[in-house]
């Protein structure tokens, strides 16, 4: 680890203002961000620490709709959420380890974008609105790429919102090492249709897997997506898995989500 | 007799107050005021050519005390392998210098180069960054039988890749080649025992300091055996005397053999110690611990086994390809041939062996013993190739291993691969394995799962593996350049306590609850009284060190040789004590007793008498009371065991779950039963491991892609099931006092070939013709295995 500042302000303005400085780096649960400055992979200026922001944090309900507070961390998600979106609360439940939980916020995981984390799924798979000091960012326009959104400078998820679907489930097949997702699928039905969001498997990050959806939308039975098959085109393939593999684990997860939604 | 603390008590282990409380003393606990800091300059290439090494610019950094490369270690000598091997043709084996610091090529990705010594880690850390190192990148040898064909060399000044040639038994091939050849059925398995990383939870860690007044270095270290490292910088790599030079490996967090080894970091500090005048610490991270760890397994394999009509094994013939990695680490040619040819007939009665080993430098770390070291390798080749014929055949593959077992009444068995087995009872074994695993129950349970959609499979296995390494004579004929005795001294303290100083070093074994077992129960005192002393050489008579589950089969009857002399001397002083002959003082439950008279004294009287000698016989006996032996084995022991598991595995997506594991283990005697289950335990924790999750992936560039815990899968607690452990059918070693055989290694032989074969068993019950899939059986393995077949 390089020697770096570390500010922790107590609203978003005063985040804003120390994210001004050269090379400053925001700074949320920490569970990507301290190992790869521990292994020297960056060398930030300043760490601007989010955790004492008090307006970022906490879950609250708003209507058809639950809005997380950006540094919530997923164990208060997962404590907190059960009752009006049960797969959002056994998503967060099972991200990493307790320690993991405790630490690491939603709006880190969302702004990092790594292709195999679960909450950019939930988000996708919600129409989730993502919410900025600045403005407020529709899912489908903000996960621009593995590692990539649509935040700019000094902007920070300081909430995001979530409809409420009618049903709901995220499946997880868990690559063993990291345990972040292999793949992971998330299916949420709403009144006007249903949303696929696929983890874990592109080199594009998440991503809608529409005729999933258009099959689910008319028929929300495993039957309906039994015969498809989800794109290999940019799948990812490593050692834990070819692009056939993970394509078919996505048509596997699928289908079990909406057992366990049904 | 203290029956809840002597042998055959499960006491609660006491190392365990200070583990559990965060009071255990590691190496890297250890600090001091004029301590600094070093950090090395590893390869990022797996074989490259040092062009030029320009350490001006770091040396000018802050707090630089010293920077050191493989010029300055140019003269000094190589860390030599531990074990001659010579091959079929009579030539010794291709043995390579391995130097501290890289010197002219750089051989493995993480093979250090260079060093800065610094006031603190982040300053050195900082220096090695701005080294400039040109070191011009090569095509990397990684596939093993790529490497025996290429004209590229790891080292280029022996012309070959390949370290040995070695065969097993010589004189059996012919036979063997015509037995197989003539053979009414013969079963071919190709396989590969996966590379491991040891991945000990303590990383490495070597504080070096020397003295200018006295002209001497202590080593504090991460070892499993101190004397033999402290041997190893005197023999052969700095030539330091051994009476100038302690050695000391405070606890040991973890090191399943890979701190067996002497290690260049260790010469290093030493080094800078001297020239600074300084301590000097170097404290391995886990991205070093990955790449530098001597790695465990690897070996490529060929095996047949040939039987007749009627299931009767006829002969075992295999060709392996063992990797040594980059260099000799110090037990790497042992490993592949004499702890693992030597197993090669297993618990059978086959009369004919033969196994060739073509050891393989590749641009990979170095490979050396790992947790069960050879015998796992001949325990998978047999077990999976046996399981094989069975299904072949159409036999039960249980009736198909009893069918070949040795017998209770054939022993002292001589193997067909060379050893004297002395006692065991395979059948009884295996009976208790059915028992135990309630193996009556599995079509039920396999019912059951199928009503989940899951294929449930049934593995089983037979093991023997050698332990109690090992007597002298024999390992210096076969090549060994060390004895594998051990020592121990018992010093009765004038008080009547004692302190037990043995040269085994635990690393998480339990000596310090066990050995005092050993102790009390022989004297007839609480096991409490007992301490023991282990990890520094200044304290210690000698040691062989921990490995090859050796401690309480070898240094425990050093142990227990000391004793009997602490008795025999202690019954002289009785017997002055009590005006009495020596032939007719006995000792029970601690007091010392002339037969047929209620005359006693209390071994706490004898001991402080030993050290006040008023009124002593001071002609006949010297004051004091403690004595030393040394133990040379005149056997290996045989430990053995019946494995079973049951497995579930999902169709949909490949993936394995062990839902029983049972474990039959014949240790012979037990001194402590819960220690020997939480060995048991362990090992079954790390063979499932290998079966299941652990993947050392390198790929065609030496880049080690499962070089952290986001790659590489360590087994955890949901990986694994409740364990059915049973040692007590036990057959007593019949040539060491304690009748002792060896629990460390046991649960991880027996445990791979035991899963996979569950495995096959499930894929096969589904109706897929799968009959072998490589470890680890990963979901993706398992899924393309049951959509290939």
């Known amino acids: ?262 | 007799m203290p029956k809840d603390t002597g042998i055959g008590a499960a006491t609660t282990r006491r190392e365990d107050v200070r583990f559990l409380t965060g009071r255990g003393q590691y190496t890297d606990d250890i600090q001091t005021q004029s301590e600094c800091a070093a950090v090395f300059a590893r390869s990022t290439v797996a074989n490259g050519k040092i062009k030029s090494i320009d350490t001006s610019a770091a040396a000018a950094m802050p707090g630089v005390l010293a920077i050191f490369t493989g010029d300055d270690f140019a003269e000094v000598g190589g860390n030599p392998a531990g074990w001659l091997i010579n091959s079929r043709d009579g030539t010794p084996m291709h043995e390579p210098k391995r130097p501290v610091l890289a010197h002219g090529k750089v051989r493995h990705v993480g093979d250090a180069y260079a060093a800065v010594i610094a006031e603190t880690v982040a300053q050195a850390r900082d220096a090695v960054e701005a080294i400039e190192a040109d070191i011009e990148e090569l095509p990397a040898i990684v596939d093993m039988k790529g490497a025996l064909a290429s004209d590229n060399y790891v080292h280029d000044e022996i012309g070959t890749n390949q370290c040995f040639d070695w065969g097993w038994i010589e004189d059996n091939r012919a036979a063997t080649d015509e037995a197989i050849k003539n053979a009414h059925h013969v079963t071919t398995l190709e396989l590969v025992n996966n590379r491991l990383v040891p991945n000990a939870m303590e990383p490495r860690c070597s504080i070096g300091h020397y003295n200018p007044g006295t002209d001497e270095y202590t080593l504090h270290t991460t070892s499993q055996n101190p004397h033999l490292t402290r041997l190893l910088i005197s023999a052969f790599v700095m030539g330091i005397p051994e009476n100038k030079l302690t050695v000391i490996a405070p606890d040991v967090g973890g090191g399943f053999g890979s701190k067996i080894y002497h290690y260049g970091e260790e010469a290093l500090v030493l080094a800078a110690a001297k020239k600074l005048g300084r301590t000097v610490k170097w404290t391995a991270d886990r991205t070093e611990a990955f790449l530098t760890d001597a790695h465990g397994r690897d070996h490529v394999t060929k095996i047949e086994l040939a039987l007749d009509a009627e299931g009767n094994f006829l002969a075992f013939r295999t060709e392996t390809m063992a990797n040594v990695g980059a260099y000799l680490s110090n037990f790497s040619t042992a490993t592949p041939t004499f702890l693992h040819g030597t197993l090669m007939a297993g618990n059978y009665t086959v009369p004919l062996v033969y196994v060739n080993v073509k050891a393989v430098f590749t641009n990979t770390a170095p490979v050396d013993a790992y947790r069960g070291a050879g015998r796992p390798e001949a325990t998978f080749s047999l077990e999976r190739v046996i399981d094989k014929a069975a299904r072949e055949l159409g036999m039960d593959p249980i009736e198909l291993r009893r069918k070949n077992f040795v017998k209770p009444d054939q022993y002292p068995f001589a193997s067909a691969a060379g050893l004297e087995y002395d006692s065991g009872n395979y059948d009884a074994l295996m009976d208790q394995m059915e028992k135990v695993a309630d193996k009556a129950g599995f079509e039920a349970r396999r019912k059951e799962s199928e009503a989940k959609g899951l294929l449930r499979g049934f593995g089983v296995n037979a093991y023997i593996e050698a332990c109690g390494i090992a007597p002298s004579n024999l390992v210096g004929v076969l090549g060994s350049r060390v004895g594998l005795y051990d020592a121990a001294t018992v010093r009765v303290n004038a008080t009547g306590n004692l302190s037990v100083m043995v040269g085994a070093h635990s690393h998480g074994q339990g000596h310090e609850t066990v050995f005092p077992q050993v102790v009390a129960e022989m004297l007839g005192i609480e096991a409490e009284s007992i301490d023991i002393v282990h990890g520094d050489t200044s304290k210690i008579p000698f040691g062989m060190g921990t490995y090859g589950s050796r401690s309480l089969a070898v240094c425990g009857s050093a142990v227990v040789r000391a004793t009997e002399k602490i008795i025999n001397k202690a019954k002289k002083i009785a017997a002055h004590m009590l005006e009495a002959s020596d032939e007719d003082i006995t000792l029970k439950d601690g007091v010392f007793s002339v037969a047929g008279t209620d005359k006693s004294v209390s071994f706490g009287e004898v001991a402080l008498k030993a050290y006040i000698p008023h009124e002593f016989p001071l002609e006949d006996i010297e004051p004091g009371l403690e004595e030393t032996a040394f133990y040379d084995p005149a056997n290996f022991t045989y430990p053995s065991g019946a494995y079973c598991c049951e497995v579930e595995v999902d169709p949909e997506t490949g993936k394995v779950r062990v839902d029983r594991m049972t474990a039959v283990d014949d240790f012979g005697n037990v001194i402590n039963p819960m220690v020997v289950t939480g060995q048991v335990h362990g090992g079954l924790g790390q063979g499932i491991g290998q079966a299941l999750v652990e993947n050392t992936t390198y790929d065609e560039n030496g880049q080690l892609l499962s070089a952290s815990y986001m790659d590489y899968t360590m087994p955890r607690a949901d990986d694994l099931p409740f364990y059915i452990v049973d040692h007590s059918k036990g057959n007593p070693c019949t040539h060491n006092p304690l009748g002792v055989k060896g629990c460390g290694e046991a649960g991880a032989i027996g445990s791979p070939p035991t899963v996979v074969n569950a495995v096959i068993d499930a894929l096969q019950s589904g109706g897929k013709n799968v009959t072998h899939i490589d470890m680890p059986m990963t979901p993706h393995r398992v899924w393309s295995a049951m959509n290939n077949a």
């Open chain 1, 1 to 262: 680890m390089y020697a770096f500042d570390i500010e922790r302000p107590s609203s978003v303005a005063d985040a804003v203002a120390a994210l001004g400085a050269e090379d400053a780096q925001a700074l949320g649960g920490g569970q990507t961000l301290i190992p790869t400055l521990k292994q020297r992979l960056a060398a930030p200026s300043k760490l601007v620490s989010l955790g004492s922001v008090t307006e970022m944090q906490g879950v609250a309900s708003e209507g058809g709709s639950i809005r997380i507070g950006g540094a919530t961390n997923h164990a208060t998600v997962a404590a907190q959420v059960g009752g009006t979106y049960p797969a959002l609360a056994d998503l967060a439940a099972n991200i990493g380890d307790p320690a993991v939980r405790n630490r690491g916020t939603i709006g880190g995981s969302l702004a990092n974008n790594d292709p195999a984390a679960c909450y950019p799924a939930a988000a996708l798979a919600s129409g989730a609105t993502i919410i900025t000091n600045k403005r407020q960012i529709a899912a489908d326009e903000y996960f621009q790429g593995m590692f990539t959104t649509a935040l700019g400078e000094g902007e920070i998820i300081t909430g995001v919102l979530f409809p409420v679907p009618e049903q709901a489930s995220y499946q997880k097949f868990v690559q063993p090492a990291s345990r972040f997702a292999l793949v992971g699928v998330f299916v949420a039905k709403y009144s006007d249709g249903v949303r696929v969001a696929v983890t874990g498997a592109s080199n594009e990050g998440v991503q809608r897997w529409s005729a999933a959806e258009e099959a689910l939308s008319a028929n929300f039975s495993a039957d309906a997506v039994s015969g498809l098959n989800f794109p290999t085109d940019d799948l990812i393939a490593d050692l834990h898995g070819s692009a056939e593999y993970r394509a078919h684990l996505v048509k596997v997860m699928t289908g079990r989500a909406v057992v366990a939604a049904s």
